[in-house]
């Protein structure tokens, strides 16, 4: 714990901000154009034929959407089992370093296969069109919601969960892989037909797979990385100093051990800039509640998982030695304050419902208040589309001044484009580009809540909250808990105050979000919590 400074005796101070990156010659036009066409072979990604998908594996349903491509429900046609397929469109690999990632990602699955806590990759296939990972199918759900869904939870448990993520973290250093991105929601369970029903949480933290490694990479010993990545409020202090190895994964493990026991995260502020310096500052709150009926050794753990400086944390190895997390540990079994449950219920559901109140703002926002975006985007979308492709975007942002590499440019293309066109419209555009504090004003909030309050009573009902999921694709958000959070006067519904409280409480995306930070000292995100 303690102050970490990101200055050292060979840094400049240029070196030494965090949000400062040393820029690279971007790829030319022709270059990518190139780039794209070369994709189209049916084996430019992995470099090998594979049989066709369809030949082995039936596509079902979608389960989900992300930065890169979609996944869907397969099912393997020789033996009848289900399966989940991500499928990569090659045409979203918009740079050289698109691919790699790709291909890295899927070498680390493979090179991981084996370990129990780490979902299985069945196969990996390309065809002119796409990059398909089939894996095991994990029904079961995040984590976190297993635990609020069982309504009880202890030290115990915790700490057996804690012995997984640890151990993941461990395997993948003792393979030379770093992860760089662990956070809860990168943990699902296996099993579906159990969750809340009270089956046995052994098997239920059995079941508990490590998915997405997307963001992780190989690294020897004594390598040094300086790319600022991972999500907000579990990125290690020398990752915002560019300057870290595979000792940050032990501190982002060490932020979901001290969750998992108090329902929020150890470094918390109202905006990003305050969460990175509450993380470089290192000081830790084990004084409100409930830490002082927290065991001293889980305390003494966490103390130890986020020490300030890489070289004084422990290693996974040592984490897993620890009295508290080891398997018959000094972990006590007595229950932990519901408060925490509470916590964490709203730590894994409510920003949903912010979530969507915030497209909503964007979306009615005024033709003043959009300052000249509209301008913006119509300079942008050249051939008059009303779509804004990746050229126009990087030629209409080096006509605005801006220096960002052609990765970092590719990045905004994905973080923008919600519905995954690989363009950008208008909406799309607004909703990215618009600034936060025109996001909070008060007649903005006022529309939001009208929108949701379809019948105007002043009150959002749990029939008016599902209709808005299914409007926005979100079957799967447990109302009730939403309801409960925000619900401060537990009348069952949602009033504007209550509504106004939780859009100006400060979890940025509860953390869900992961990052990339720019040369121009803007922050890119991409993940489950993207507010566009």
């Known amino acids: 714990m303690g102050n970490y400074s990101c200055r050292d ?45 369809t030949s082995l594996y039936t596509l079902g349903r979608k389960l989900g959407q992300g930065q890169f491509g979609t996944t869907y429900l397969c099912t393997d046609i020789a033996t009848g089992t289900p399966l989940a397929c991500k499928s990569i469109a090659k045409r979203k690999l918009l740079t050289p370093e698109d691919v ?21 990759i069945r196969g990996a296939y390309e065809d002119p069109l796409y990059v398909h990972i089939v894996m095991d199918l994990c029904e079961g759900g995040e984590l976190f919601d297993r635990i609020v869904a069982r309504g009880y939870f202890s030290e115990r448990k915790a700490a057996e969960i804690a012995r997984v993520v640890v151990g993941v973290v461990e395997a993948c250093h003792s393979l030379g892989v770093m992860h760089r991105d662990l956070k809860p929601e990168n943990f699902l369970l296996l099993g579906g037909a159990g969750a809340g029903n009270g089956e046995d949480e052994d098997d239920s933290v059995a079941d508990l797979k490590a998915i997405d490694f997307g963001l992780s990479v190989f ?10 990545v991972g999500s907000p409020y579990y990125v290690a202090p020398e990752v915002l100093c560019k300057h870290y190895g595979p000792e940050a994964d032990v501190w982002t493990a060490g932020v979901i051990v001290y969750i998992l026991l108090s329902g929020v995260p150890p470094f918390w502020a109202e905006t990003q800039q305050g969460i990175f310096d509450a993380v470089l500052k290192g000081a830790i709150d084990f004084d409100s509640d409930p830490w002082p009926n927290i065991s001293p050794s889980a305390k003494d753990l966490i103390k130890n998982m986020l020490k300030s400086p ?3 944390r422990l290693t996974a190895h040592q984490v897993l030695c620890h009295p508290w997390i080891c398997e018959n540990g000094v972990a006590p079994d007595k229950p932990l304050d519901p408060a925490v449950l509470s916590r964490l219920k709203q730590f894994s559901a409510m920003n949903r419902l912010k979530k969507m109140a915030l497209r909503v703002i964007a979306r009615n926002l005024s033709e003043e208040e959009l300052a000249g975006l509209k301008e ?23 006509r605005h001044g801006s220096n ?13 484009d919600v519905d995954n066109s690989g363009t950008i419209d208008y909406d799309e555009f607004i909703a990215a580009t618009v600034h936060m504090n025109k996001l909070e004003r008060e007649e903005h909030l006022l529309a939001a809540f009208a929108y949701f309050d379809k019948d105007g009573s002043g009150y959002i009902t749990v029939d008016e909250l599902e209709e808005a999921c299914r409007e926005h694709n979100m079957a799967d958000v447990g109302i009730d808990d939403i309801i409960r959070e925000v619900d401060q006067d537990n009348d069952g519904r ?14 940025i995306g509860n953390g869900r979000l992961t990052m990339r930070h720019t040369s121009d000292g803007s922050i890119l995100y991409h993940g489950a919590g993207e507010l566009t």
């Open 100 to 120: 790699d990632d790709v291909r890295r990602e899927i070498q680390i699955m493979h090179h991981l296969a084996g370990h129990a806590s780490v979902v299985t």
């Open 404 to 416: 960002l590499r052609e990765s970092e440019i590719r990045e905004l293309m994905h973080a923008a």
């Open 310 to 312: 890489p070289a004084e």
């Open 9 to 53: 005796s060979n840094s400049s101070t240029a070196d030494s901000d965090p949000f400062h990156l040393h820029l690279q010659a971007p790829c030319t036009t022709n270059t990518m154009r190139g780039h794209q066409h070369h994709l189209s072979s049916p084996t430019a990604v992995l470099g090998h034929d594979t049989p066709p998908l």
């Open 494 to 507: 949602i009033d504007y105050g209550e509504f106004v409280a939780m859009m100006k409480k400060g979890i």
């Open 376 to 398: 913006m985007f119509k300079a942008m979308d050249t051939d008059g589309s009303g779509a804004i492709t990746f050229e126009e975007l990087k030629e209409g942002l080096r």
């Open 219 to 228: 690294f020897k010993p004594g390598q040094i990385f300086t790319d600022v």
